[in-house]
Nanobody, 123 residues
Framework: VQLQASGGGLVQAGGSLRLSCAASGRAFSSYNMGWFRQTPGKEREFIAAIRRSGGNTAYADSVKGRFTISRDNAKNTVYLQMNSLKPEDTAVYFC?????????????????WGQGTLVTVSS
């Protein structure tokens, strides 16, 4: 599966952005999907994940209550709604797909990655 993330940009602290990740290829609905982010010199960090059916989600503590992951299997797209953004949310955000059954937060468990979209939050 090929993944294309979009929706990044510059936003003021307290603002909102919605990231999208469009998937092409076969059987998008057979993949658990995740969002991660990375800043220079740091490891890629888990943000959120959603089961293939959309019935279960998981979030990093740092974004819980502010970010919402969702998916539309008919459109082969996963979303990340980001509210109450903070300067520390500034990063390149990546979407990823995992073919395993278990919902995971581990970078190494994801099989496919998008190219990343930059989110910059100004103070």
């Amino acid at each position: 599966v090929q993944l294309q993330a979009s929706g990044g940009g510059l936003v003021q602290a307290g603002g909102s952005l919605r990231l999208s990740c469009a998937a092409s290829g076969r059987a998008f609905s057979s993949y658990n999907m995740g969002w991660f982010r990375q800043t220079p010199g740091k490891e890629r960090e888990f943000i959120a994940a959603i089961r293939r059916s959309g019935g279960n989600t998981a979030y990093a503590d740092s974004v819980k209550g502010r970010f919402t992951i969702s998916r539309d299997n008919a459109k082969n797209t996963v979303y990340l709604q980001m509210n109450s953004l903070k300067p520390e949310d500034t990063a390149v955000y990546f979407c990823a797909a995992d073919s395993d059954y278990i919902l995971t937060m581990r970078v190494r468990d994801y099989d496919y990655w998008g190219q990343g979209t930059l989110v910059t939050v100004s103070s």
